[in-house]
């Protein structure tokens, strides 16, 4: 069939991906584009048209900058804490709800636990301002037991403990859904057998259900690691007042500062972009991890 | 679920239906599985470990549960009450609506209650439209230009342009400080549209067909064919827009400066976090309550439409949603 006819065949097709496209177009691709302001020297006055372009020299700043790199280490650090203490929470959930055997409870549970996933990071922030912080309700019920209070929320020490806490209360349980999916799909004959062969819970456990899960952690492993420098940042930006930068700041709340606060337009998009590339490197690397271990990863080809 | 079965082509090997409420069909291998009583093969736990459990169950939920309690029950306490409990409430004292009464009498809160919803609402209907036409307009492979939109659709998911280059183009726009500037660059959610279209593609090809020879053209089949098909789903994808339009907060940090304008997550920030008493939504002279209950009576109103929609579509989440999405 030649163009035209197909085009003519398609055309309400068309027409329905077109408020799409433009959208994609104006508050995508435009962008993308406008990221040449890295190699310029901007200035909101005279705009991108008629600023100078200065080659790699906003780049060669980003990399000299220490502050850069504390970005960066702060970023990695928040990173790899999250993969350790947040990431086999749901996992853990997960195995506990699905050995729940009665349906009522289970749900129960189900609808409590998805539900902080909804709410906003500010409220997210809010609540545990109020139950942790220094005039909170933790520290009233510890100075009523006798105890010294603790500022968690202040103390930059605590904080990698503090976002990953909230991480887990906000996220965590919505985190289940995935891997109650993957074991609600095993074959509880395979239990039965197992059983009958004389294998305990924890033998079952071990034989039938993690491999079970296997897959599902290997895929948001691979995803969670391709997503390395994308760490809260709204979380994060909520906080970064209270504990201060030095622990806090990440490259996102870097770009934000420097750019948008300090109006170093063409430095904060030269670190922006260098963040933007080398995330999609991780993703596109943790895609071909993923195929190399059998899985399906994020993306494959029809 | 039919719904959940062909999302899932992703995802496990088996068709998976986490259709929590039990309200629908739930698949053949689930209705054994949900049944209370334990199969004969499987041993009976031992007292110390079902009381294990149940506490570690009863410890999740009251994490969750008890801060929420403790924020709503404040939030109605008197200033006595709350003075006697030294802050947050956990006994239930004497009760009030004076919290509720100064906030929404039509200062900074009020407004930005008012301008959340707007946003909200209109922003999740501009979502919607262009995304279940650009679902369905994608939905069908082979059709001219699908490689060509679908890659630049996916794109997007791999690699944004960036915080700065947005900003940029957004002030260059005139949208600073309009409402717009918190729905358009939002506005279209590639993760959103891939699940629709996974949903579209898994409706049975031989009722569009048969439609398509009785001389119904695309319109009418999205129309009256594939969007009756696709309440479930629709309603998910609603709600997620939805949530992320009423959640917004940094986008609106970003581009409204006029503080006339802002939305509630900004004003909760404002006085919740930062402990501001933002003009004119407080009467300070009367002094009559709590700055802590109306604190809390702002959280609680940046909850309640959270937990008004959430049960509606909390049954429809089903596991395949979350995974069939990711393929492209």
Same mark, same amino acid.
Do not use: P
């Given at each position: 069939m030649g163009h035209l006819a197909r085009l003519r065949r398609d055309r309400s097709l068309l027409l329905m991906c077109l408020p799409m496209l433009a959208l994609l177009v104006v508050f995508a691709y435009i962008p993308i584009a406008g990221n040449v302001v890295a190699w310029q020297n901007y200035s909101p006055f005279v705009g991108i048209r008629n600023s100078p372009f200065v080659g790699w020299s906003n780049f060669e700043r980003v990399f000299a900058d220490p502050s850069f790199w504390d970005a960066v280490r702060n970023t990695l650090t928040i990173t790899a804490f999250q993969l350790v203490f947040f990431f086999p929470v749901p996992i853990a959930l997960a195995l506990l709800l699905n050995s729940v055997l009665n349906t009522r409870v289970r749900v129960a549970v189900q609808s409590i636990v998805y539900l902080p996933h909804f709410f906003s990071w500010v409220l997210v922030v809010s609540i545990f301002q109020q139950i942790l912080g220094g005039a909170g309700l933790l520290n009233r019920l510890l100075a009523a037991a006798g105890f010294d209070g603790v500022d968690v929320i202040t103390d930059p020490d605590a904080f990698l403990f503090l976002i990953t806490s909230q991480a887990i209360w906000k996220d965590a349980g919505w985190g289940i859904i995935v891997f109650l999916a993957a074991l609600a799909a095993v074959n509880p004959s395979l239990y039965e057998a197992a059983a009958v062969d004389g294998a305990n819970r924890w033998r079952r456990m071990w034989h039938i259900t993690l491999p079970a899960l296997k897959p599902v952690i290997i895929l948001l492993l691979i995803l969670r690691l391709g997503d390395?420098?994308? =760490?809260g940042f709204e979380q994060l930006i909520l906080q970064r007042d209270a =504990?201060? $930068?030095?622990? $806090?700041? =990440?490259l996102d709340t870097f770009v934000y500062y420097r750019g948008v606060r300090n109006g170093d337009w063409s430095y904060a998009a030269a670190a922006g972009l260098v963040k933007g590339l080398v995330s999609m490197l991780l993703v596109l690397a943790a895609n071909k991890v993923a195929h190399v271990f059998g899985e399906q990863g994020v993306y494959s080809r029809r | 679920m039919s719904a959940t079965r062909q999302i899932d082509r992703g995802g496990p090997d088996r068709p998976v239906s986490t259709d929590v409420n039990g309200a629908g069909p739930v698949p053949a291998d689930q209705v054994q599985r949900s049944r209370s009583s334990r199969p004969v093969w499987d041993e009976e736990p031992t007292p110390v470990g079902k009381g294990l459990k149940g506490l570690a169950l009863v410890i999740i939920c009251a994490a969750v549960v008890v801060p929420l309690y403790t924020i709503v029950l404040t939030s109605f306490s008197t200033q006595a009450s709350i003075t006697r409990a030294g802050g947050l409430v956990l006994v239930p004292g004497e009760l009030t609506l004076d919290a509720y009464r100064q906030v929404l009498s039509g200062g900074v809160v009020t407004r930005a209650v008012l301008v959340s919803v707007g946003i909200t609402t209109v922003g999740t209907a501009v979502s919607m439209v262009v995304s279940v036409l650009g679902a369905y307009g994608l939905s069908r492979t082979g059709s001219y230009g699908h490689r060509v939109i679908l890659f630049a659709l996916l794109i997007t998911m791999f690699f944004g342009a960036g915080m700065i280059p947005t900003y940029l183009l957004v002030s260059s726009l005139g949208l600073i400080d309009s409402y717009w500037s918190l729905i358009l660059p939002t506005a279209v959610s590639a993760f959103n549209i891939l699940i629709l279209r996974g949903f579209f593609m898994g409706i049975d090809g031989s009722l569009i067909d048969s439609a398509r020879i009785d001389g119904a053209g695309d319109w009418r089949i999205l129309a009256q064919i594939v969007l009756p098909m696709s309440k479930a789903v629709t309603a998910v994808i609603a709600l997620f827009y939805a949530v992320g339009y009423w959640n917004a907060f940094f986008q609106a940090t970003l581009y409204i400066n006029d503080s006339t304008k802002q939305p509630l997550q900004v004003v909760l920030r404002s006085f919740v976090l930062q402990g501001v008493d933002v003009p004119g939504s407080v009467d300070v002279g009367s002094g009559q309550v709590a700055s802590l209950a109306v604190q809390m009576a702002v959280v609680v109103i940046a909850i309640v439409p959270v937990l008004m929609v959430y049960p509606w579509v909390q049954r429809h989440f089903a596991s395949g949603v979350m995974i069939g999405a990711v393929k492209g």
């Open positions: 390395s420098l994308t =760490v =504990v201060g $930068a030095g622990v $806090a700041e =990440v | -």
